[in-house]
Each structure stands twice: as structure tokens, then as C-alpha cells.
């Protein structure tokens, strides 16, 4: 999307067609493009229209029904916050009674609209001025919002006293500008480096203004997380989605969180201290349960299996591979659990023979924290009977190892 097909959906005519357009349907495109075109509308303005009418269909997935009234583009609705988890970190700036919150890096603004619909203040800037011009745009409706063209490092924030109910948030882009592959999207960067405005700025602006909070990878090392912060790992239907950090009187609990957040769940938050004293991993395969537990992605990334181990009466398999044994069924929100089947060191022919014995044909093959790749595993299996398995493979005591479960 550039500057002249945003003004001409921005003017009168553009918005009244785009708004008039019915659902998207990729089939019928082309029928109503020849039908808009008949009607009077120009090339440009139809297709700029029709842009965005499949832009609003792909981001209803995040942005619910405020994506019928939205601009976009490709890259801003791939970076935007999903609306939930936006209004989660809104509400981390209501509670520690912040007035007006700098979004430095605002995209499309779905973050900022989370923070004005509680609201706050915003004071939204974008070095992207097509970005800029859309997030005006999606901001419309709220009197005390506003954006500009700018760069985060040019804006002249408060300070002293005057930092007291001011907040900064921050969602660095995590793309290269300039090379987009051929959907029209930018490649993804992935030092801390890379991003930006850089992780060394983010924290230029945390020290600046105490209450920042910013928007990381998943994949954000626990050995970066500043002292004294939260970092924040957030999960939605079981994908991470992100791990924000969070400074000053944003901070909750400091340290590694984890918040696992379903559709119409209530959110789980787990924290350093609910992993605190779980026991060691197994000592021997000997030592198996008769259930594996899997917790949430967001709990392993942030850490925290151990607390599932508390919780489950159990222990992990190995260090940081995510998988708790025990002898108790325990229904536990945030992880899946598993009964054992068999379990046993790994060896492609002798899990071949257990497989070709309980006639399986069928396999799901999960794994964590061995070199082993599924797809060579299923081919070295060749497989074939009526029945279905789960396998498992992971490591005990430093050594690879396969399960086979089923769910429950
Ligand atoms: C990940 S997106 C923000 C998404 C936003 N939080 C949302 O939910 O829609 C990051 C944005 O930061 C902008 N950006 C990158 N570097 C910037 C800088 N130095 N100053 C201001 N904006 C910047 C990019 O143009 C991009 O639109």
C-alpha cells in the first residue's frame, strides 16, 4: 500500500465504496472488480478498496470486528498486536495509573487502540509514513489519540516530575525494511540488534521514563532480561505470541512470567516463584510415570516447567525439555497430559518392532530437545497398519529416548 491509494480510500468516494463492499470472497473478486468498475469507479480506487477489504478479512482473525472499520497494510497486520493481548498491556498502564502513553513504533495501531479505548492518552509515532497515515486513521474515534510521522528517537518525551503518569510502550519492528518477499511482505530479523528502534534504545527509554514496557521475541534470551523487570512471556491458543518486558510500575511480578491465554478462558499466569524447588529430572527411564504432562509453549519458553512439575507432583524428563512425568491424573489448565503407552531408549528398529506388533499406521511424532528430525524418523518407520500412536521424542538423562502415549 502507498500514499496515493490510502488518500484516495481516505477521500470521500474511496471510504464510502470500501465501507459499501460486501464480504470479502477471494472467488469473486474479479466479478466484483469488472461489476465496480462498470459502475463508474476507477481502476485505482477499486483496487486499492478491494486491497483492503481482503486485508480487513485476514485481520478479523486479530482484530474482531474492529477490522471492519480499519486501513491496513500487508506488514502492519502481520506485526499487529492480537486485541487481546493488546488490552492486556493496556491495562498494565491503567493499573499503575499512567494518564498518557507514548507508542513509539505504533504500526497500524492496534496496541494504541487498546490503550485509548482504556482511556489513556496516546501519543502514537511511526517511521513509516504510509503506517502513520493508516494508524490516524484506525485511531479516528478517539478525541485524546493522535499520530504522527516521526521517529521514536526525535520524540521529546517529559522529564523529572513530569514522568510520573507518563508511559512509553514500545513494539520494535522485527522486519528488514526495504526486502519483501513476493507477497509483499519484509523479511524477519532476529538480533536484538536488528530490530527497531534496538533493544540498547529500548532500554535507553526505560531508563528515561519509568514506566516502558516493550514488545519482544518469543525467542527474547532469559540471560537479557534487565533486573529488577518482568519479562513477560504471552501465549494465545498455544502459540507464544510474544515476550514483552516491563519496567517501573508496570512490573507485576518480577522476573519470568508466563500468561497463557485461551478464547474464552480466563488467563493463567505462572511465576518464578511457582517453579521454585521442583524437583530434579528423572534419574533413569526406570523412574517413568505413568502420565507425561506437556505444558503450554509460553510456560517452556518462559522457564517455568518446573512449576507444572510442582503442580503435577512430578518431574521433568531432562533439563529444559518441557515434558513432566508422574503418577497423578490431574486436569491442569495449561498443559496436555499424556498416558505412557511404553517407553524405552531411542532405536529406530526396535520402535519399529513395538509399532509393526500393536499394528500402527498412524503416528503423531512430536519432539523436544533432541536432533532428530519427524519427517526422516516417519520414513525410517515406514508404518503401516489399522491402529493409531502418538510418539514422543525427547531426552532422559541427556539421552534420546521415545514414548509412546495417548491423550488423557
Ligand atoms: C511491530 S510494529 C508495531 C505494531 C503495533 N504495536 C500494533 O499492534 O499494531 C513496529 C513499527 O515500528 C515502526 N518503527 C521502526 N523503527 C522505528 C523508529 N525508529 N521510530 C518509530 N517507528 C519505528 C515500524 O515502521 C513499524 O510500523
Keep these: 500500500m502507498d500514499l496515493?491509494?490510502?488518500?484516495?480510500?481516505?477521500?470521500?468516494?474511496?471510504?464510502?465504496?470500501?465501507?459499501?463492499?460486501?464480504?470479502?470472497?477471494?472467488?469473486?473478486?474479479?466479478?466484483?472488480?469488472?461489476?465496480?468498475?462498470?459502475?463508474?469507479?476507477?481502476?485505482?480506487?477499486?483496487?486499492?478498496?478491494?486491497?483492503?477489504?481482503?486485508?480487513?478479512?485476514?485481520?478479523?482473525?486479530?482484530?474482531?470486528a474492529f477490522a471492519d472499520g480499519m486501513l491496513f497494510?500487508?506488514?502492519?497486520?502481520?506485526?499487529?498486536?492480537?486485541?487481546?493481548?493488546?488490552?492486556?498491556?493496556?491495562?498494565?498502564?491503567?493499573?499503575?495509573?499512567?494518564?498518557?502513553?507514548?507508542?513509539?513504533?505504533?504500526?497500524?495501531?492496534?496496541?494504541?487502540?487498546?490503550?485509548?479505548?482504556?482511556?489513556?492518552?496516546?501519543?502514537a509515532?511511526?517511521?513509516?509514513?504510509?503506517?502513520?497515515?493508516?494508524?490516524?486513521?484506525?485511531?479516528?474515534?478517539?478525541?485524546?489519540?493522535?499520530v504522527a510521522h516521526a521517529r521514536a528517537e526525535d520524540v521529546s518525551l517529559p522529564t523529572g516530575e513530569a514522568t510520573r503518569h507518563?508511559?512509553?510502550?514500545?513494539?520494535?519492528?522485527?522486519?528488514?525494511?526495504?526486502?519483501?518477499?513476493?507477497?509483499?511482505?519484509?523479511?524477519?530479523?532476529?538480533?536484538?540488534?536488528?530490530i527497531s528502534p534496538t533493544w540498547h534504545q529500548v532500554q535507553d527509554f526505560a531508563r528515561a521514563v519509568p514506566a516502558t514496557g516493550a514488545k519482544l521475541s518469543p525467542t527474547f534470551p532469559h540471560q537479557a532480561v534487565p533486573a529488577g523487570t518482568e519479562a513477560a512471556w504471552t501465549s494465545w491458543n498455544g502459540e507464544v505470541v510474544e515476550c514483552a518486558v516491563w519496567w517501573g510500575p508496570l512490573v507485576q511480578?518480577?522476573?519470568?512470567?508466563?500468561s497463557v491465554c485461551r478464547a474464552g478462558s480466563v488467563a493463567v499466569t505462572l511465576t518464578e516463584a511457582d517453579a521454585e524447588d521442583s524437583p530434579e529430572p528423572l534419574g533413569s527411564l526406570?523412574?517413568?510415570?505413568?502420565?507425561?504432562?506437556?505444558?503450554?509453549?509460553?510456560v517452556i519458553r518462559a522457564g517455568l516447567t518446573g512449576a507444572l512439575a510442582n503442580a503435577v507432583d512430578g518431574a521433568e524428563l531432562d533439563h529444559g525439555v518441557g515434558y513432566v512425568s508422574s503418577n497423578r491424573a490431574l486436569d491442569i489448565s495449561w498443559s496436555h497430559r499424556y498416558s505412557v503407552v511404553e517407553a524405552m531408549p531411542w532405536n529406530v528398529k526396535a520402535l519399529?518392532?513395538?509399532?509393526r506388533?500393536?499394528?500402527?499406521?498412524?503416528?503423531t511424532i512430536k519432539k523436544r530437545g533432541v536432533p532428530l528430525d519427524p519427517d526422516t524418523v516417519r520414513r525410517q518407520l515406514r508404518v503401516k497398519g489399522a491402529g493409531e500412536a502418538t510418539v514422543i521424542l525427547t531426552r532422559v538423562r541427556s539421552q534420546p529416548h521415545v514414548l509412546v502415549v495417548r491423550a488423557g
Design 73 to 123: 497494510t500487508p506488514d502492519g497486520l502481520e506485526q499487529a498486536t492480537r486485541l487481546e493481548v493488546a488490552a492486556r498491556h493496556a491495562s498494565r498502564y491503567l493499573r499503575a495509573e499512567v494518564r498518557a502513553v507514548h507508542d513509539l513504533g505504533c504500526g497500524i495501531g492496534a496496541d494504541a487502540m487498546a490503550l485509548a479505548g482504556l482511556d489513556l492518552a496516546v501519543r
Design 352 to 355: 519399529r518392532a513395538w509399532l
Design 253 to 258: 511480578t518480577v522476573g519470568r512470567t508466563a
Design 125 to 146: 509515532v511511526d517511521s513509516d509514513e504510509v503506517t502513520a497515515v493508516v494508524a490516524g486513521v484506525n485511531l479516528r474515534h478517539w478525541p485524546d489519540a493522535d
Design 286 to 298: 526406570a523412574e517413568m510415570g505413568s502420565y507425561v504432562y506437556e505444558p503450554d509453549r509460553a
Design 357 to 363: 506388533d500393536h499394528d500402527i499406521g498412524r503416528l
Design 4 to 64: 496515493a491509494s490510502i488518500a484516495l480510500l481516505v477521500g470521500g468516494e474511496g471510504w464510502g465504496l470500501l465501507q459499501s463492499l460486501p464480504p470479502y470472497d477471494a472467488a469473486g473478486e474479479l466479478a466484483l472488480q469488472t461489476r465496480l468498475r462498470s459502475a463508474g469507479f476507477s481502476a485505482e480506487v477499486v483496487s486499492a478498496a478491494l486491497t483492503q477489504s481482503r486485508l480487513r478479512a485476514r485481520g478479523r482473525d486479530k482484530l474482531g
Design 166 to 194: 507518563t508511559g512509553l510502550w514500545l513494539d520494535p519492528a522485527r522486519r528488514a525494511r526495504g526486502a519483501a518477499d513476493i507477497t509483499g511482505r519484509t523479511r524477519r530479523v532476529f538480533s536484538l540488534d536488528a
